[in-house]
Each structure stands twice: as C-alpha cells, then as structure tokens.
C-alpha cells in the first residue's frame, strides 16, 4: 500500500524513497512499476516510491518536481537515501545497489541502452541518481526554473563541484537501464543532443533550489502500488 514495502524477515540496512517525477504516462509508469517492486525487494530494502505528479498544461519541470518529492517525502521517514528516477528508465542488473553512496552523490544509470551503454557526455548526471538528504540539502537541491526538456543535469553536475562534492558513478556492467519504447530508427536518423544550460548556474544555485521552493500540494493518495503527490 502507497508503494511502501519492508522485508517482512530481516532488519533493512537502508531505506530509500524512489522518487519519480511524473505527467500522463500511464503506460511507462505500469511498466515501471511491474519491473522495479521486485528488483528492490530482492535487494531487501525499507523502500517506498513516490509518484509527483505536475497538473496543468505547462512545461514539464522535472528539477522541481524532484525537489517537492524530497520536501514531502522527508516528511514521511528519515530516509538514508533519495533515488530520483526518470519513468522510463528500466534497470537490468540486480546487483546494481539503490542505496547512496556514503560520500558523494552518485549517478546510478552510467549504461542506457538509448546510449550505446556509454555516458553521452562526461558529466552526464541524468536518469537515474541516488544523493542522500545531507547531499541534497548541500547543493541546495535542484534548480526551480528549468520549464521544458533537459539542460537542468548540466546544472545539476555544476552544483555538486560548486558544494565540493565530486560525482560517483555505478560501474557500466551495473549500471545498464533500457529505455521504454526506445525506437532504434528514428533515434540512428537523429543523434541524441546534449541540451543547452539555460543558467549561470555558478552565480544561481545558492538562490535557486530548496532554500526558494514555492509550489501548492493538491493532493497525497496511497495507491495500491505508489504513493502520489499532485503539485500545481
């Protein structure tokens, strides 16, 4: 109930709250849903996943919906670990862990398919991450103002230089995802585009991010596999 599961035989050594931003994907969130309880159960984690879902017709604002999942889900446990996890990202390799990293932020979908398994670029920081509230709250979490697609994981990898953490990686043979209907053709006609950064982020990320999060709850409901969190 509310995508919230313990081992019911052993004492878990780590909680994680999955976070998953989230807009009229019913059929990537299903998927999801039906590969990832298990995966985690048989890492024998305190887990509970949270949807956050963004009503309106606007642009998608990914960065902020994950900092409104931190916000709320801190309310609910004091979790050892944030897992901010695109939707239609699908893990392939058990033994890649989603517990954080003691020390440093850590990018957790180092090998994507739609990539060739390899990273896209050198600081690429998107898909799926793990940080621990103390990391999170040290980078000022992430910034509010990126409307529309991409550019705000360039920003989000600056922050972490910028609060004197450095970015750790999931090995390639652990960190392998597949992308949900990921369409080979059009994807070779088309190369994937490293998005522009919109900001100076050097000069904004102490101004923007959890210390200046404005957003209105609508609603929390337990659903029978998740639990949602409706933002306007």
Same mark, same amino acid.
């Given at each position: 109930?509310?995508?919230?599961?313990?081992?019911?035989?052993?004492?878990?050594?780590?909680?994680?709250? !999955?976070?998953?931003?989230?807009?009229?994907?019913?059929?990537?969130?299903?998927?999801?849903?039906?590969?990832?309880?298990?995966?985690?159960?048989?890492?024998?984690?305190?887990?509970?996943?949270?949807? !956050? /879902?963004?009503?309106?017709?606007?642009?998608?604002?990914?960065? +902020?919906?994950?900092?409104?999942?931190?916000?709320?889900? &801190?309310?609910?446990?004091?979790?050892?670990?944030?897992?901010?996890?695109?939707?239609?990202?699908?893990?392939?390799?058990?033994?890649?862990?989603? !517990?954080?990293?003691?020390?440093?932020?850590?990018?957790?979908?180092?090998?994507?398919?739609?990539?060739?398994?390899?990273?896209?670029?050198?600081?690429?920081?998107?898909?799926?991450?793990?940080?621990?509230?103390?990391?999170? &709250?040290?980078?000022?979490?992430?910034?509010?103002?990126?409307?529309?697609?991409?550019?705000?994981?360039?920003? !989000?990898?600056?922050?972490?230089?910028?609060?004197?953490?450095?970015?750790?990686?999931?090995?390639?043979?652990?960190?392998?995802?597949?992308? &949900?209907?990921?369409?080979?053709?059009?994807?070779?006609?088309?190369?994937?585009?490293?998005?522009?950064? /919109?900001?100076?982020?050097? +000069?904004?990320?102490?101004?923007?991010? &959890?210390?200046?999060?404005?957003?209105?709850?609508?609603?929390?409901?337990?659903?029978?596999?998740?639990?949602?969190?409706?933002?306007?």
């Amino acid at each position: 109930s509310g995508g919230h599961y313990k081992p019911p035989h052993c004492f878990p050594r780590y909680k994680s709250a !999955i976070l998953v931003p989230y807009r009229n994907q019913e059929k990537y969130l299903r998927h999801l849903l039906y590969y990832i309880h298990p995966f985690l159960q048989r890492q024998q984690l305190s887990y509970t996943i949270y949807l !956050i /879902q963004q009503v309106g017709t606007g642009s998608f604002n990914r960065a +902020k919906l994950l900092n409104v999942g931190v916000r709320e889900a &801190m309310k609910d446990e004091e979790w050892d670990c944030l897992v901010l996890h695109d939707i239609d990202l699908v893990p392939e390799n058990d033994y890649n862990l989603y !517990i954080c990293d003691e020390y440093y932020p850590k990018h957790m979908a180092s090998a994507v398919d739609k990539f060739q398994y390899t990273l896209p670029y050198k600081s690429f920081f998107g898909g799926v991450s793990a940080v621990t509230p103390e990391h999170y &709250m040290k980078m000022n979490g992430f910034p509010n103002t990126y409307w529309g697609n991409g550019g705000e994981n360039d920003d !989000i990898a600056t922050r972490i230089h910028l609060a004197g953490m450095k970015i750790v990686r999931t090995s390639p043979h652990l960190g392998r995802y597949r992308v &949900m209907d990921y369409n080979e053709e059009t994807e070779s006609q088309e190369p994937w585009k490293r998005p522009p950064s /919109q900001h100076n982020t050097r +000069k904004t990320w102490k101004a923007d991010g &959890m210390n200046t999060l404005q957003f209105r709850l609508l609603s929390r409901t337990k659903h029978p596999l998740y639990t949602k969190i409706t933002v306007d």
